[in-house]
């Protein structure tokens, strides 16, 4: 075996005592990187991280000096698990120390009624960062969805004669082409209302705030305040557990959202349709998108029963499982099936194509053949 490989296996498994491995020569450089690994991984020195919260700080400050932002990320996170510093994770000084990423994220949502006073305003700049990076990347796409949507969805085949689009009038009547006259005949004119109401669409987020939906509670709030900028839309944001709580006030600010919300606990969905259905002042202009792994802790019967008077009020209702890209997530099939007979179609959503669902949900699209157009699979009995 090269020297290299072997430079290569003594920095993976450490000093095992291997005669090959431990004549391995380290410069300065890998001598603190494999004391920061073996900090982290080596069982016999678990506690070598110890309980001191400027060693913490001082680890976290290594591994982003030593490894590229990737392997920074994998080694949070199995801090996380390995080394207890959910509890660490309350003290300022290491949160001044940690690289901010979406799983510290959540880790500090998760941990948000427990982080004490002098530490909130470091754990809420650190969420800021993540936060702003995720408005920044899906602002653009979420825009330009939307809006293309509400045009398309504005057109109208009965226009007045200044409303008239000529160019998609006779793109739509080629096949009324007449040769002798050199003319197309339209039998049917496209055209947009000049008149448009300020607000074309309500859109309603309800959120399941219970511990596995962390990840859609981030991005939810996102969307939420980027959906919110759009001065043709109203959205509402609607968390839950047991409680509903109506956030619609803070959507302009996502920290605020996610501090406003409590991850755990129970789960009344029948609770909070009931709450939703309640605020739907233009049902057929309606979006209501419910984020929930469908766990019911109340009555599922009438959990059903809401879903479907929102449905008969013609307002259009979707149960997205999650809003997340780690997979497939774990959910009640049968009430999603119970769901999708209904007519609210279930499935799992990633970030990357929610501004295409929503934009489906505007145009008054089929969103369960929208789904199968993508590839995702709509839960069905």
């Known amino acids: 075996m090269t020297d290299e490989r072997l430079h290569r296996w003594r920095m993976v498994l450490g000093d095992t005592g291997a005669p090959e491995l431990s004549d391995i020569r380290l410069d300065e450089d890998d001598i603190d990187r494999d004391r920061v690994l073996t900090a982290l991984y080596d069982g016999k020195r678990r506690s070598g991280l110890g309980g001191s919260r ?50 510290l994220v959540t880790t500090l949502i998760e941990l ?46 009965r226009p ?56 859609s509670v981030v991005y939810s709030a996102v969307f939420g305040a980027v959906l919110a900028s759009l001065p043709s839309l109203h959205t509402r944001l609607v968390v839950f557990d047991t409680v509903v709580v109506d956030l619609t006030d803070q959507l302009d600010d996502p920290v605020d959202v996610l501090f406003g919300v409590q991850l755990g606990g129970g789960t009344d969905i029948n609770g909070a349709l009931a709450y939703c ?27 059903l029963r809401q879903a479907q008077a929102i449905v008969g009020s013609g307002a259009t209702m979707i149960a997205l499982l999650a809003l997340s890209d780690r997979g497939t997530p774990s959910f009640d099939a049968q009430h999603a099936a119970a769901l999708s007979e209904i007519g609210v179609p279930s499935f799992a959503c990633t970030p990357d194509l929610f501004p295409d669902l929503m934009a489906a949900a505007i145009e008054r699209r089929d969103v369960a053949t929208w789904a199968a157009e993508n590839d995702i699979v709509v839960v069905r009995e």
């Open 54 to 103: 400027p060693g913490v700080a001082r680890w976290l400050g290594d591994i982003r000096n030593y490894f590229p932002s990737s392997v920074v990320q994998v080694m949070q996170q199995d801090a996380m698990d390995r080394l207890g510093l959910r509890e660490l994770l309350v003290q300022p000084e290491m949160l001044a120390a940690v690289q901010p990423d979406f799983d």
């Open 112 to 157: 948000g009624s427990v982080i004490p006073e002098e530490s909130r305003e470091t754990a809420r700049m650190v969420v800021r960062k993540v936060t702003d990076e995720l408005q920044e990347r899906l602002q653009q796409q979420t825009a330009q969805a939307v809006t293309g949507a509400l045009h398309r969805a504005q057109r109208t085949r």
């Open 160 to 215: 007045r004669a200044n409303e008239i689009d000529w160019q998609r009038t006779i793109a739509a009547n080629l096949k009324h082409y007449q040769p002798e006259y050199r003319t197309v005949i339209p039998e049917r004119l496209v055209g947009s209302a000049r008149k448009r109401p300020q607000v074309q669409r309500e859109i309603i987020l309800c959120i399941d705030q219970s511990g596995s939906m962390a990840d």
């Open 277 to 303: 259905r309640s605020r739907l002042e233009r049902p057929e202009e309606t979006i209501v998108v419910l984020i929930s792994d469908l766990y019911e802790g109340g009555i599922a019967e009438e959990m």
